[in-house]
């Protein structure tokens, strides 16, 4: 079974740049989760997807932070403009349902200089 | 304020010695999930122990749950050197919506 598939890997702009990571979540998960991970803490739920609908955005800053799940299936998630403090890998995960456990992708690690 | 707080922050042992990490959280939770990460693997799910369960094993892990005391924590017995890693619990909350809260994670080094 294919795993969570992100992309890129790595990622280095300029502050007030923007950027968009891409997540293709394993096939016939509905659920499907970005979360922010800075240097020595646990991951935080930014946006969590039901198939296309939103269930969870309260901690996404949404005046420069954007997602999006076409059709139900891949996400990206967008940052404009990005902040020194956005600089974090960049997890996406999926679920079977909400409340299973979550399989992660690699991550996109963000350098915002 | 953070759910879940693992402790202790770092833990070095030998290899063949058990390892425990301890999680502490603050609301009622419908089930516990502990994770892996390392460099090589990324995240990678361990175990979901749910509320009405005190304990739960996977191969050479251990983990237990004290609703009462709103704590839970990850024995791995038998410890490796690709056992290195940092451990999180997770906690479902509910906050409007029901998500996984993460804590800061217990950084884990098991020495040859």
């Known amino acids: 079974e294919a795993g969570v598939a992100q992309s890129p890997r790595y990622k280095i702009i300029e502050k007030r740049q923007s950027v968009a990571f891409w997540c293709n979540p394993i096939s016939g998960h509905a659920t499907l989760y970005w979360y922010q991970q800075i240097l020595g803490q646990g991951p935080k739920l930014l946006i969590q997807f039901q198939n296309n609908g939103v269930v969870d955005d309260s901690q996404l800053p949404k005046d420069r932070f954007s997602a999006e799940r076409l059709k139900g299936v891949d996400s990206t998630l967008k940052i404009q403009p990005a902040k020194l403090e956005d600089s974090a890998v960049y997890l996406c995960?999926?679920?079977?349902?909400?409340?299973?456990?979550?399989?992660f992708g690699p991550g996109t690690r963000l350098t915002v200089l | 304020s953070q759910q879940g707080e693992e402790d202790p922050q770092a833990l070095s042992i030998q290899e063949g010695e058990n390892a425990t990490m301890n999680c502490s959280y603050k609301t009622s939770i419908n089930n516990l999930q502990w994770y892996r990460q390392n460099s090589g693997r990324g995240l990678v799910h361990l175990i979901l122990?749910?509320?009405?369960?005190r304990e739960k094993h996977s191969g050479r892990l251990r983990v237990t749950l004290d609703t009462s005391k709103k704590s839970s924590s990850l024995l791995i017995t038998a410890s490796r050197a690709a056992d290195t890693a940092s451990y999180f619990c997770a906690t479902d909350v509910v906050q409007g919506a029901q998500k996984l809260v993460f804590g800061q994670g217990t950084r884990l080094t098991i020495n040859p």
């Open positions: 122990i749910r509320s009405n369960e």
């Open positions: 995960a999926s679920s079977l349902a909400r409340y299973n456990e979550q399989f």
